[in-house]
């Protein structure tokens, strides 16, 4: 009998934004299933609606506004419930699924960019993730006043919801220089274009084996029939490198995919009950 596998994590690089894991013992159909939740399931905070009060800019105000949306801000998950799910039920929302963020900018000298960091929002921990975002251009006298409604939100319906700016995964290679055939003329060092490959001693050897990304090219290179580098990937380990926009943090955005994946199995399971 197959003995019950349990998935391993192994933690490459991780900071603010980015985060490198390998993951032992998954397979194609979860490892997927990660990555596109990622992507259009969790939720994160975006501006959806603004009311412009005064916009004198040359922008016209569906630019300005596309602009706000599109400004990542900061997300706290555990204060704010998705519009669809709060209690008020109500369009206009209520302080438990919105946020209001107010913008008055004007130019009194010469032309000025207005930056992220200009926008005031009434909860702190839901602002924009950088202060130098810049969002409009204002001559001289022109005014820019209005107040913008931030919501959680997904990113299966517009892509300023989309917490990731990259969700994506490898297989994991596999190297072998096979030293009875390879003649070490270097060809396979020279053309690989992550540089995985490097002589040392004389002889070809692997020097960067996470960088390979399956391309062939060594293989391909080699001028020894048959070849004398052996390109492969093991078949349940992955490399996945997730990289937020700021409004979460990584492994954050990974916990609530595996959350939501959870929840949507239960409701299957519940619906074939029925
Ligand atoms: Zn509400």
């Known amino acids: ?66 602009r706000l949306g599109l400004t990542p801000l900061r ?13 008020c039920q109500s369009e206009f929302g209520c302080p438990q699924c919105r946020v209001t963020l107010t913008l008055d900018a004007e130019s009194k000298e010469g032309t000025r960019t207005i930056y992220s960091g200009e926008l005031v929002s009434e909860n702190p921990d839901i602002a924009p993730v950088s202060d130098k975002i810049p969002l409009i251009k204002l001559a001289k006298g022109q005014k ?34 096979l030293r009875e055939k390879c003649e070490d003329c270097q060809k396979c060092v020279d053309i690989c274009p992550k540089k995985v ?6 002889k070809v050897d692997v020097r960067d084996l996470l960088a390979c990304n399956l391309c062939m090219d060594c293989v391909d290179a080699c001028p020894t029939e048959p070849k004398g580098i052996k390109v492969e990937w093991e078949k ?37 009950k029925v």
């Open 75 to 87: 997300t706290d998950l555990e204060s704010y419930n998705l519009p669809e799910d709060c209690e």
């Open 197 to 202: 490959l490097a002589i040392k001693d004389e």
């Open 236 to 272: 349940n380990a992955f490399i996945m490198n997730i990289e937020s926009t700021g409004v979460l943090p990584p492994e954050k955005i990974l916990q609530e995919a595996t959350k939501t994946l959870d929840k949507q199995l239960k409701e299957f399971e519940e619906q074939l």
């Open 1 to 66: 009998m197959e003995r019950p596998r349990t998935v391993k994590i192994e933690v490459l690089e991780k900071n603010e934004t980015n985060l490198r894991i390998i993951v032992k013992e998954a397979d194609v159909p979860l490892m997927n299933a990660l990555r596109r939740i990622a992507l259009s399931e969790v939720p994160s905070m975006a501006i959806d609606e603004v009311v412009m009060i005064e916009n004198s800019s040359i922008l016209q105000d569906e630019i300005v506004a596309h």
């Open 144 to 177: 820019l006043k209005l107040e913008a409604y931030a919501r959680l939100g997904k990113g299966k319906n517009h892509a300023k919801w989309q917490p990731v700016a990259v969700c994506a995964y490898k297989y994991f290679p596999k190297i072998d220089v």
